[in-house]
């Protein structure tokens, strides 16, 4: 062919600078840090149960001393009104002995069997329960809080900062050239 036809592409170049971070001016600071330790005080009071079984014990036969001299008091005033009854009554009877009513034999039964005549009977003891008295206990608690007091200096940090930089140009540039070449196209022909 006569025609020629060259081309050439087109590239781009950059240069890049990389990001920089310098810093100075806080490097090896000690801290000066004072700390108290926080404190929890706790008071406990035990509860306390108080058990009273002296009326279920009262009530099976085992009773203090007080107890039982007040029963006896007055079970022995009890059986003294009752024989001072019966007395007042025999006595009656036997005042009025001239209206043709003997009295004697029915007194002398009832004196010799039917005054020791018992009747027996059963219960479950104790029938009443205990007393109990419950007193409950405490949990009193303090809270001091800790402190973390901090005494250290800041100081100043001094910081550069470079940012990345790219920079672009043309390398090379697009072209396309054109050549014709007659020798070549007589032969042709």
Sequence with gaps: MPIKIESQSAQIGWDTKKAQLN???NNQQ????????PKLEIRT???QMNIDQSQPFAEAGLK?????MSDSVSYAKQ???????????QGNEMKDIHTGVDPIP???IYNAYDLFEKTFNFALVPSSRPEINVTP???TTTLNPGEVINNTMPRRVQMDYTPWQISYYMKQYASI???????????MV
Excluded: C, W
Excluded at 30 to 37: E, G
Excluded at 177 to 187: G, L
């Design 23 to 25: 810093q100075s001016g």
């Design 30 to 37: 000690s801290l000066d840090i004072q700390t108290r330790k």
């Design 45 to 47: 009071t035990r509860p």
């Design 64 to 68: 203090n001393i007080q107890a039982f």
């Design 79 to 89: 059986v003294v009104s009752q024989g001072i009854d019966r007395i007042v009554s």
């Design 106 to 108: 029915d007194q002398a």
């Design 137 to 139: 206990g405490e949990v």
């Design 177 to 187: 050239r054109f050549s014709f070449e007659p020798s070549k196209f007589e032969t």
